[in-house]
């Protein structure tokens, strides 16, 4: 057990899932690899790189998996798990990635080229960079082109099957582009329904 994770309310079955995939460092923080970046959190700061490559934990054995889990950051993956473990108890086909702060063509490639055919859960923030992202990686993991930017009126617009759909800032989602596109991706996205991660509820909720 990590005295960090534990004063965070993680429950002690979850703490055992994940702690393959964490250190800590000369002064006890935790420490998630993303290879030659880090994710570095003490209770006064958290550090989320901008990497092409990714925080990995659970079955690292692919042909295994049967639901990826993807996060923007490792501790949002441990807040999620904390929150919906009695929903998931075979965790022996779950995988973990988070992407850190950012996303990349390289990560996009990989998971295409790494995980086809698997389920996905989304787990990015309820803010529209993380709706954003929910779109982004629900079209790459099915492999269909589209883009995305701001018009003149700080709408958003989203280029697909050569034409263009229109949302407002507060109106668009990954469901609401699916509704409008008349498409479905398969993937599964999960939100907090107060907080804008499951970490931050988490902290609420150990009152930090």
């Avoid at 965790?91 to 995980?115: C, D, K, P, V």
């Avoid at 779109?135 to 883009?147: E, F, G, M, V």
């Avoid at 609401?176 to 107060?194: L, M």
Wanted: aromatic residues 14%.
């Amino acid at each position: 057990m990590h005295p960090y994770l534990t004063r965070l309310s993680i429950r002690p079955e979850v703490q055992r899932f994940f702690r393959l995939f964490y250190s800590s460092d000369d002064d006890g923080n935790l420490v998630f690899s993303y290879g030659e970046e880090a994710e570095h959190f003490g209770f006064a700061f958290h550090r989320i790189p901008v990497t092409d490559s990714f925080w990995l934990a659970g079955n690292l054995a692919y042909a295994q998996v049967r639901l990826v889990i993807l996060s923007g950051s490792a501790l949002d993956a441990l807040s999620w798990l904390n929150k919906k473990a009695v929903c998931f108890p075979l965790t022996e086909n779950l995988l973990f990635l988070s992407l850190g702060a950012g996303m990349s063509e390289a990560q996009l490639l990989w998971i295409r080229s790494h995980l086809a055919g698997k389920q996905f859960r989304l787990l990015f923030g309820r803010d529209l960079l993380g709706r954003i992202a929910d779109l982004k990686l629900a079209a790459a993991i099915n492999d269909t082109p589209l883009s995305v930017h701001f018009n003149e009126s700080e709408q958003l617009a989203v280029h697909f099957r050569n034409r263009n759909y229109i949302f407002s800032q507060e109106q668009f989602s990954l469901s609401a582009f699916e509704r409008a596109a008349g498409v479905r991706f398969g993937v599964a996205t999960d939100k907090p329904k107060v907080y804008f991660t499951f970490f931050d509820e988490l902290k609420a909720e150990a009152g930090l």
